[in-house]
C-alpha cells in the first residue's frame, strides 16, 4: 500500500471509529419509545364491593355514598349508538374510567339496547315514564324508578308515584318489578319460588345510601328481596334485571363480559372540587 493509500485508509478508519462512537452516544442518550400509559383502573386494588352470603346464596353488594360517589347512568355512546357492555363503556370514558368505583346493567331495555321505561341523563327525558300493562318482569306490578338528584340523594319509588314525588331528578331509570315497596315484600312473591337465576337491583337505606346488588347464585325474587330488606335496612328496592346481569368492579379485577346490556349505572369517586 503507499503512503497516500495508507494516509486516506487510516482517515476512514478515523472516521468509520467516530461515525459508530456517535451511534452509541446517541443511542445512550436517547428518550425511549413512550410506554402505554399507566392504568389504574386495570390493576386490582381496594374492591368496591364485598360478598356476602344471605339464607344460603351468594351475593355481591356495591354500597353508593352519596357524600363521596357520584352516579351517572349511561345507555350509549358519544356516537349515539347503544354501548351494550361493561368493556364498551369502559372504553367510552377515556380517562375518567380511573375514577370508577363500579358499574352495573340499570334496568330493562328492547332488542337494540334502549330501555324500555323512564330513562333520565343529566334531568334531560330521554324516554318517557312506562305504566302500561305487559307481560314480563317489567310489568309485574308495581314496577319502579331508581332515581338521584342533583343534590346526590337517592329514591326508589313505585312508577306511579313517581311523577308526583320526584320531582327534578338528574338520573333515573325505570325496571321492574319493585322488590320491597314501602317496608313490604312485593304482593306477588313465593317465599323462595321456582324462577332461580342471577339476577341484580338496587334498594335505598336513606337519602344518600343505596346498595347495588348482583347475586353469584341463582336466586328466587323473595330471597332476592328479603336481602335488600333484612340484611340491608332497605324500605324500597328494585329489580334491575336477571340471566344478564353484569358486575365492573375494577379494583377487584372483575369486569363481567356479557355484550347484550342497555342502560348501565356508573358509580364514580366524586371529585374533591364538587361537594354535594
Known amino acids: 500500500m503507499s503512503a497516500t493509500a495508507a494516509t486516506r485508509f487510516s482517515r476512514a478508519l478515523a472516521a468509520a471509529a467516530g461515525l459508530i462512537a456517535l451511534v452509541a452516544c446517541s443511542g445512550s442518550d436517547a428518550e425511549p419509545a413512550p410506554a402505554d400509559d399507566f392504568d389504574p383502573a386495570e390493576q386490582a386494588g381496594t374492591p368496591a364491593c364485598e360478598a356476602r352470603t344471605f339464607e344460603g346464596s351468594r351475593f355481591t353488594i356495591c354500597p353508593f355514598d352519596g357524600a363521596s360517589d357520584e352516579i351517572r347512568l349511561v345507555w350509549r355512546g358519544a356516537d349515539g349508538r347503544p354501548l351494550r357492555s361493561l368493556a364498551a363503556l369502559e372504553a367510552s370514558l377515556g ?64 312508577a306511579k308515584r313517581f311523577e308526583t314525588r320526584i320531582r327534578s331528578p338528574r338520573w333515573a331509570t325505570q325496571s321492574g318489578p319493585m322488590l320491597v315497596i314501602d317496608g313490604k315484600l312485593h304482593p306477588k312473591f313465593d317465599e323462595n319460588g321456582a324462577s332461580q337465576l342471577i339476577r341484580n337491583g338496587v334498594g335505598v337505606a336513606g337519602p344518600k345510601t343505596a346498595y347495588f346488588v348482583i347475586s353469584e347464585d341463582g336466586v328466587s325474587f323473595g330471597r332476592f328481596a328479603r336481602l335488600f330488606r333484612d340484611a340491608l335496612g332497605c324500605d324500597n328496592a328494585l329489580y334491575l334485571d336477571g340471566s344478564v346481569s353484569s358486575l365492573w368492579d375494577p379494583g377487584a379485577g372483575r369486569q363481567d363480559a356479557f355484550s347484550e346490556l342497555g342502560p348501565m349505572i356508573l358509580v364514580l369517586k366524586r371529585a374533591p372540587s364538587s361537594p354535594r
Open 95 to 158: 380517562r375518567a374510567k380511573t375514577q370508577v368505583r363500579f358499574a352495573m346493567n340499570a334496568g330493562m331495555y328492547d332488542e337494540e339496547g334502549a330501555p324500555i321505561g323512564l330513562f333520565v341523563e343529566e334531568g334531560e327525558e330521554r324516554n318517557r315514564l312506562n305504566i302500561r300493562d305487559g307481560s314480563g318482569n317489567f310489568h309485574l306490578l308495581p314496577n319502579g324508578v331508581f332515581a338521584a338528584d342533583e343534590e346526590n340523594r337517592v329514591s326508589v319509588t313505585p
